[in-house]
Every structure is written in C-alpha cells, then in structure tokens.
C-alpha cells in the first residue's frame, strides 16, 4: 500500500511539473460544442457540464473523468444548455425545445432536473409557452438563500423576421418549488429589438442574485448594453432599464474561422463574505478598436446597479489580436473574478489557444493565464457554439470551451485548483509533450488517448496494471511532430479485465503517467 501511494504521489508530482494545468477531454462525440459547466458546492468533487445539442457529462473526481449522457424529454431538447445547481446538491438543465408532436420549434423553456448528481433526468417541465412566438437564449440563477429559480430569455415574434411589426422582449420566470412549476412570463426590457438575431435583437440575459436576495440582468440590444434589477423575487421591476455601456460595432460580429460570433453580456454578482461582497459586474465582448482587434470588457457597479464604471479591457496583450467567447463567475467564498475566453495572441492565421484571466481586487486589475497546451484551428464550415462556460468554488476553477481538431469538434476542461496562485505555472520546456486522461474513462469496450507533442521527438504509449507489467503497446519509439494526437485503443481485443490500470507517455528521461479504469 505504501508503495502504490508514493509511485501516484511521483506521478502527481510530474504532472504539476511537466504540464502548466492539465488539460482533460470531456468528450468528442459527435461535435459538441456550446458549453455549461457548475461545481457542485456539498461536494467539489462532483461537477456537471453541458453542451449541444443534447449531452450532459457528469464528473465524480473534480473533472478528471467524465461519463456522457443524453437528454431526452417530451418536449425536445435542442440545444443552449445552461446548467445549475442548488445548495441541496440538485442540478438543473435549461434548454430550448422542439417538441416531437404538438409544439413548434423552440416554443418554449425547458429544465430538467437531476438528483442523483447528473446521472439521470426528469422528463422536464416548462415555461414561456405562447402561441406560435419563439423562445430563445435562455440562462437562468439559483438563489442560494431559498433554493428559488429564475429563468430569463428572449422572445421572438417570429425568429428571422425583418418585417417591423414583429419584435424581440426579454422575459423572466421563476419556480418556487425546484423547477415543478412557473410563473407566468414576465416582460423587463422597456424597449424592444427586431428579430433577426443580430445587433438590434435583445438577447443576453444572464440572471443573477445580490446578497439580499435581489435579482439583476443585463442584455444586449439596440440601446447597448442595459439593466434591470428586481427587489422582491421578479415581481416587479424598474420602469426603465438603466444604461450600462455602449457596444461600438454592436454584438454580432465576425470573427475569421468562426461561423458565428457574438459578443453578449454575462452578469455576476460577488456574494462572498470579502470586501466586495455585493458588487455587479459584467463581460462581454466587442470590435471598438477595430474587426481585427476583438477584446474582452469588464464593468462594475456598487450600488446594486444604479451607476456603472468605465469598461476596463480584460486581456492584457498588445493591441491588434482576437479574443472572444468570453464567460465568467465569481468564487462565492473568495470573491475572485474569473474569466475564460478564446485568444490569438502570439499566434498566426486563425489558431486559436484559451486564456483564463483572474482578478482578486474587485476587478481594479486583471491577470492572463494561458491555459490550453497547444493551439487549434477553428474552420467556418464548422459550427463553434455560441459560448464558452466556467465554474469556480472555494479555489476550484473548472472552465470549459471547444476544440477542433482532425478528429472534429472535442470540449475540453482544465483542472485549476489550489495549487493555483494566479501567476500561472510556467510549462517546463524540457519536457516536449503532456498527457491527457483518456475518454471515456471508465471504458469497457475502447478507449481513447490524447497527447500533445509541444517540439518533435520520438514517444512510447504503453498500459500497464496495477503491478507495473505491461499489458499494451499502443506505440513505440514513435516519431512525432508538435501537434495533438488522439490514439484508438480497443480494450476487448487485448482482454483486459475490468479493473484500474495506468497508462504512459515516455520520451527519453521523461514520462508522463494516468490511471485509467476498465468497466
């Protein structure tokens, strides 16, 4: 026993070495993309995640490994996953819908609710149902205090239209008793958009809740960025919106590579016990320096929303790259901001890398953190998603976002815990790769494993059992260019029985080590 808990602890220890944060694939099937993920607060190791159009990803060792599952429900499931969970350990899954007979597309709000840490799902209930009017970009919040929801989203008269009699509102919803029921729709935008899904539609709406119980929303429209807050749990609201910031440019924009990019709000509030307990703030994205120079902002405002500060720019490189697809949370024990988000800086063409920006100061001041180990290239022919996410509790952070790669489209994680301390952990250049777990772990039948070669050199790939004897070879004295390699392995074919065996990725001195399980 003592033995096998040094050779994990050595093998622990290579990893913080080797690698700046690990990186984790969730899953490759089937082009996901469009993410969500939340760590559970009872239980940090336990973490959900989302993504198009219908998947839901369950992880039981704080994100290391990752079992896949599939939404159904009778009113369809069709895409922009929001996940949540309450202080009770209950997770919820907001989507749109397409029901399969009896409703039309995206008719209506959708949740769905697990008990069982996202193992499985109820069938569903809804809300915003309203003749044939579409029902998009949902997010909804928890309130921690009472375990109430809120869901808010856009509306469309028709979706498409250009005609001037059709319009674009924001709505908001809430249940009182774990997503069973709704109340009935309420509008709290004052003045509405066109709804053709482009710079003048009101979308955005991300819910939050203040330290008292307040709820406050910013969108995206015609008028900019605005807001809105409500004092007694949505029932009323202010009768106008308050201006937040201008959007030069406007929030749909274009993006080289990217299908469709957009530069919407996301709200948060810091209901820590530090001493910024209470202040808003919101991201997004926009092209005010330019289509070539896209950047990450930042307002914040400390009286619950009535006065917002100057947009600060979150990335802190050089003028003239891409950033875009920002998310972001506030560490509710902490207080830390964090922010993800796509960046071409020091790159050429459209490669693309994720950055993590920190602040631990209210957002006075920003910190960027590389935290992909090696680029990928997104394609306009391949639909991106329309989001990233990230999740952060107590010093875990758990951000999410999509690659493309020879293989498709892959969403991936990074494991960010308390080893961080927001200066970022240098890659150890001596090292010419890093190492992945394998997907899906536990496997029964293959399994897959993924590598990145950072400076060309020859690697071995080899399983072995809990004794140290190698069991397969997946590759030997391999030559490899930098680049990521996704490598097949078929467990009934080498008869491994069930049970937990590790896997190595060696190159001369240096070796890089995970367990995986054989179901």
Same mark, same amino acid.
């Given at each position: 026993?003592?033995?096998?808990?040094?050779?994990?602890?050595?093998?622990?220890?290579?990893?913080?070495?080797?690698?700046?944060?690990?990186?984790?694939?969730?899953?490759? #099937?089937?082009?996901?993309?469009?993410?969500? @993920?939340?760590?559970?607060?009872?239980?940090?190791?336990?973490?959900?995640?989302? &993504?198009?159009?219908?998947?839901?990803?369950? *992880?039981?060792?704080?994100?290391?490994?990752?079992?896949?599952?599939?939404?159904?429900?009778?009113?369809?499931?069709?895409?922009?996953?929001?996940?949540?969970?309450?202080?009770?350990?209950?997770?919820?899954?907001?989507?749109?819908?397409?029901?399969?007979?009896?409703?039309?597309?995206?008719?209506?709000?959708?949740?769905?609710?697990?008990?069982?840490?996202?193992?499985?799902?109820?069938?569903?209930?809804?809300?915003?149902?309203?003749?044939?009017?579409?029902?998009?970009?949902?997010?909804?919040?928890?309130?921690?205090? %009472?375990?109430?929801?809120?869901?808010?989203?856009?509306?469309?008269?028709?979706?498409?239209?250009?005609?001037?009699?059709?319009? *674009?509102?924001?709505?908001?919803?809430?249940?009182?008793?774990?997503?069973?029921?709704?109340?009935?729709?309420?509008?709290?935008?004052?003045?509405?958009?066109?709804?053709?899904?482009?710079?003048?539609?009101?979308?955005?709406?991300?819910?939050?809740?203040?330290? !008292?119980? /307040?709820?406050?929303?910013?969108?995206?429209?015609? $008028?900019?960025?605005?807001?809105?807050?409500?004092?007694?749990?949505?029932?009323?609201?202010?009768?106008?919106?308050?201006?937040?910031?201008?959007?030069?440019?406007?929030?749909?924009?274009?993006?080289?590579?990217?299908?469709? &990019?957009?530069?919407?709000?996301?709200?948060?509030?810091?209901?820590?016990?530090?001493?910024?307990?209470?202040?808003?703030?919101?991201?997004?994205?926009?092209?005010?320096?330019?289509?070539?120079?896209?950047?990450?902002?930042?307002?914040? *405002?400390?009286?619950?929303?009535?006065?917002?500060?100057?947009? &600060?720019?979150?990335?802190?490189?050089?003028? +003239?790259? !891409? !950033?875009?697809?920002?998310?972001?949370?506030?560490?509710?024990?902490?207080?830390?901001?964090?922010?993800? #988000?796509?960046?071409?800086?020091?790159?050429?063409?459209?490669?693309?890398?994720?950055?993590?920006?920190? =602040?631990?100061?209210? +957002?006075?001041?920003?910190?960027? @953190?590389?935290?992909?180990?090696?680029?990928?290239?997104?394609?306009?022919?391949?639909?991106?998603?329309?989001?990233?996410?990230?999740?952060?509790?107590?010093?875990?952070?758990?951000?999410?976002?999509? $690659?493309? %790669?020879?293989?498709?489209? =892959?969403?991936?994680? &990074?494991?960010?815990?308390?080893?961080?301390?927001?200066?970022?952990?240098?890659?150890?250049?001596?090292?010419?790769?890093?190492?992945?777990?394998?997907?899906?772990?536990?496997?029964?039948?293959?399994?897959?494993?993924?590598?990145?070669?950072?400076?060309?050199?020859?690697?071995?790939?080899?399983?072995?059992?809990?004794?140290?004897?190698?069991?397969?070879?997946?590759?030997?004295?391999?030559?490899?260019?930098? +680049?990521?390699?996704?490598?097949?392995?078929?467990?009934?074919?080498?008869?491994? /029985?069930?049970? @937990?065996?590790?896997?190595?990725?060696?190159?001369?001195?240096?070796?890089? /080590?995970?367990?995986?399980?054989?179901?």
């Amino acid at each position: 026993m003592k033995t096998t808990i040094l050779t994990l602890f050595f093998f622990l220890l290579l990893n913080i070495s080797y690698s700046q944060f690990t990186n984790v694939m969730i899953s490759d #099937f089937d082009y996901p993309e469009e993410t969500s @993920i939340v760590i559970n607060p009872k239980n940090p190791n336990e973490i959900v995640a989302g &993504a198009n159009i219908s998947f839901a990803y369950h *992880s039981v060792d704080g994100g290391l490994t990752w079992t896949m599952g599939n939404l159904v429900s009778p009113y369809g499931v069709w895409g922009d996953p929001c996940v949540l969970v309450d202080t009770a350990g209950t997770y919820y899954f907001f989507h749109l819908s397409n029901p399969p007979s009896g409703g039309g597309w995206i008719d209506r709000m959708v949740c769905q609710r697990s008990t069982d840490g996202g193992q499985t799902w109820s069938d569903g209930t809804y809300t915003g149902l309203n003749g044939t009017k579409n029902q998009d970009k949902e997010w909804g919040a928890v309130n921690p205090f %009472n375990n109430h929801i809120y869901l808010t989203w856009t509306q469309f008269d028709v979706y498409g239209s250009s005609a001037s009699q059709d319009s *674009s509102i924001i709505l908001f919803s809430k249940s009182l008793d774990n997503g069973a029921t709704w109340s009935t729709p309420l509008r709290i935008n004052r003045k509405a958009g066109d709804c053709l899904d482009e710079d003048n539609t009101v979308e955005g709406a991300v819910p939050v809740v203040g330290p !008292q119980g /307040q709820i406050y929303v910013s969108w995206a429209g015609p $008028e900019g960025i605005v807001f809105n807050r409500s004092l007694d749990e949505g029932e009323t609201w202010l009768d106008t919106n308050i201006f937040v910031a201008d959007i030069p440019g406007g929030w749909d924009y274009a993006i080289p590579g990217i299908s469709r &990019a957009n530069g919407l709000p996301i709200t948060c509030c810091d209901l820590s016990n530090g001493p910024y307990r209470g202040n808003i703030y919101i991201n997004w994205s926009d092209q005010r320096n330019g289509a070539t120079d896209t950047d990450i902002w930042f307002v914040k *405002s400390s009286d619950g929303g009535t006065t917002w500060s100057v947009p &600060a720019r979150v990335n802190d490189d050089p003028v +003239g790259n !891409q !950033q875009f697809f920002t998310w972001m949370t506030v560490d509710p024990v902490t207080g830390y901001i964090y922010f993800v #988000f796509y960046d071409r800086r020091d790159l050429t063409g459209n490669m693309t890398d994720v950055y993590l920006a920190v =602040s631990r100061d209210g +957002g006075s001041t920003f910190k960027n @953190i590389k935290i992909t180990d090696s680029p990928f290239t997104p394609i306009n022919s391949i639909f991106f998603g329309d989001y990233t996410g990230i999740s952060a509790y107590n010093n875990i952070i758990r951000p999410i976002w999509t $690659e493309i %790669n020879p293989g498709g489209l =892959s969403i991936w994680t &990074a494991v960010i815990d308390t080893l961080f301390t927001g200066t970022g952990r240098k890659t150890d250049t001596n090292v010419p790769f890093s190492l992945e777990q394998n997907y899906p772990n536990p496997g029964t039948s293959y399994t897959y494993f993924s590598y990145r070669i950072h400076t060309p050199t020859r690697i071995t790939l080899k399983i072995m059992d809990v004794f140290g004897r190698e069991v397969a070879t997946i590759c030997e004295d391999k030559p490899v260019a930098a +680049g990521k390699y996704v490598e097949y392995f078929d467990i009934s074919a080498h008869s491994l /029985q069930r049970g @937990i065996y590790y896997f190595s990725l060696v190159s001369g001195e240096k070796t890089l /080590q995970k367990k995986m399980i054989v179901d």
